[in-house]
């Protein structure tokens, strides 16, 4: 070859970012200069269509090695793979026999390959023997799951993405859609665009970009999401828009539902008669309708309940299951679907089975050919860290993930770890706030280098694939958790080759799922070869020789044991503490457009950072004067839990009362800018998923320096 001319290669991969799931077109070209690597998108993905939002276009300057972990390291020192990975096994089998098997944990993340996800998930409550695994995507959608699953007897997402651009209203929920789902805010923009009488209407305490395309923007007192969906259902009633005879032949519920809506709590929302008129009259007169959320109903100790207000109203109407209409939960990670889907949360088993029914767990046990399966829930994140606090956890293995950054009551998991007697961290690079207090840290390969599958929001299924070479001695996470099991002693049940091999393993056993009446079947690809795993393309599940993809619940049969969905009788609560005297303003916090959660990705990127360049923290005018701070300014944000010192922004986009802080900063990029360590860790007590929307605080200016 002319080793003047480049030669170059294109491959189709995922963003590794939000759980929108775009297709990317990666070129890598051989130059005189060196490999360089530019992106676009794909314009045959279905999510995407060709569109990229500013973090994916700027994939291509975040594959610096620079800060690469090359080596695993033992107590600091770069140690051998051999001696690494026989001390893991050696320590959690130890660990094992002398305090039993819940005395580990695994804590994992949405931004796992779904492969990686399975044999961690197989490893602990297969082999292992106890549920203590859980994942990041706890903060993230865990009140969804329990939503959908005590309305749907699954965890099913009845819409897809397409929907949005069908719906002659669409509904934002605790949802700043311009900035964390961007590429589906552009196709709602551009639907909206071509459909001038499509209405938006947007749901938030806050202003965000999301309202500029709103028709209407309900600035509701937070966490009274349930109070205001309740009242739309006693409004539906009202105006004789219940489908009564959906209501008769597919949900149960109905009535209990409506009488809990009918108590009256509608004051508790803030808005104005006209406001809520306006909302109701919208949302009943307009037969298309998706209801899109996120956050800001999960991240909350009434989160499932929010939910389900949701799901009720859509019940109540029949609006589901068709074109252009239904509820729509948005997922945050690129494969928090994906984990959902194996079982990666401390609750569930794989395929949507259940660890509480017996039959189920007799069906993964076979499958598996497992010595045992726990019969309950492991410990959901926060109660998992607590448990490595207090030392009942006394082996922890982390992966793909920084909880000493991103887990609510952050300094006391630092505290937690840095005191655990046994910490494996698996991650790209060795110095993140977590992998910095582990006694084992083993380098992992990333994006452009993985491969794998991946599930968005609307149950798409696409593949991850490399282009770059693995770093160092950089393993993926699928072969490190088989090498770590065959050591621990199952050979032949962690005998992986490859992630193609695990794949069909799951869809085998995502077929025997389907006999017990679950909705998540891919057996379709349970005999798939090498080369056509290789080439799979974006395809949404369910996978079967009968069916590929589509709409859920379009013949009006959910899953549970009577095939009718449930309507559920609910009641507005406030956030778990309110503000008072010592700290009265409410902390919400949240993504900003151009990072990625703990910034070891996204801060790479210089034109990333160019949108925000330091954490900050976004008040009110009005009470910004009253505690003495200009715009600029350094101010103090506390806690009961802990402090950060962040940036003033002034704004009138937030209410007085309520201040704004982003969750993306770490202590190496900003000494106190950690807001994590301020957030409360008030949960869910359904779906155990924190309240990271409304921590009491206190704000104080800090003098200048
Ligand atoms: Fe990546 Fe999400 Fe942006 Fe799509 S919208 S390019 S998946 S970050």
Redesign the pocket.
Known sequence: PDPTRAESKTVKT?????????G?LATLTDTPTGPQVTVK?DPDHP??KG???????A?AETLSLDGRLLHPTISGAQASWESALSQVASRFKQTIEAHGPDSVAFYVSGQLLTEDYYVANKLMKGFIGSANIDTNSRLCMASSVAGHKRAFGTDTVPGQYEDLEQADLIVLVGSNLAWC????Y?RIAAAKSARPAMKIINIDPRRTASSDLADLHLALTPGSDVALFNHLLTTIHEMGAVDSAFVAQHVDGFDAALSAASSGEVQATGLSANELAEFTRAWIGTEKVVTIYSQGVNQSTSGSDKVNAILNCHLATGRIGRPGMGPFSVTGQ?NAMGGREVGGLANMMACHLDLENAGHRATVRDFWQAPTLPEAAGLKAVDMFRAVGDGRIKALWVMCTNPVVSMPEADRVKAAIANCDFVVVSDMYGDTDTAKLADIVLPATGWGEKTGTVT?SERCISRQRPFLPAPGTARHDWDVLAEVGRRMGWQAEFAYESPAEILREYATLSGLAAQHGKDFDISALSDLTEVEYDALPPQHWPLTKERRGGRFFADGRFFTPSGRANMLPLHHRAPAKPADATHPFILNTGRIRDQ?HTMSRSGLAPRLNQHMAEPYLEIHPTDATTLGLQAADLAEVSSAHGRAILRVLLSDKVKPGAVFAPMHWTSQLSSAGRIDAVVAAEVDPVSGQPESKATPVAITKLPAR
């Open positions: 995922t963003c590794p970012y939000c759980g929108v799931g775009c990317v998108g999510a995407n569109r990229l939002c500013s973090k994916g276009s994939l789902h961007p590429v589906l552009q690129p968005n990625w």
